[in-house]
């Protein structure tokens, strides 16, 4: 089994930073893409940041230029650095992982998510 464990949210102040930590824990054999969704009150859960085994990064253009995604292949976790946090960045994030395992002989590749963290930005 595969587990996805985050931790970092809570309730900031406008122009305030946070950061958001996941960790990717069980019978991973290669875990590839990393990213981070949030899902505000009421509205559909959406991209925020996404990171290949690479290192390479794409972003929600309500983001760039003050969100930073990262992550640590050898510690299988990933983190979103937050600034100048705006209400409308209030949510809940999820930690998702694209991850191959062992299944036997074969290999499974599929995606994994975390429990939700909520990030609450007060104007």
């Known amino acids: 089994q595969v587990q996805l464990v985050e931790s970092g949210g809570g309730l900031v102040e406008a122009g305030g930073s946070l950061r958001l930590s996941c960790a990717a824990s069980?019978?991973?054999?290669?875990?590839?893409?990393m990213g981070w969704y949030r899902q505000p009150p009421g509205k559909q859960r959406e991209l925020v940041a996404g990171i290949t085994s690479g290192g390479s990064t794409n972003y929600a253009d309500s983001v760039k230029g003050r969100f930073t995604i990262s992550r640590d292949n050898a510690k299988n976790t990933v983190s979103l650095q937050m600034n100048s946090l705006k209400p409308e960045d209030t949510a809940v994030y999820y930690c998702?992982?694209?991850?191959?395992?062992?299944?036997?002989?074969?290999?499974?590749?599929?995606?994994?998510w975390g429990q939700g963290t909520q990030v609450s930005v007060s104007s």
């Open positions: 069980g019978s991973t054999f290669r875990i590839n893409a």
């Open positions: 998702n992982a694209d991850i191959s395992r062992w299944i036997g002989l074969s290999i499974s590749r599929d995606d994994y």
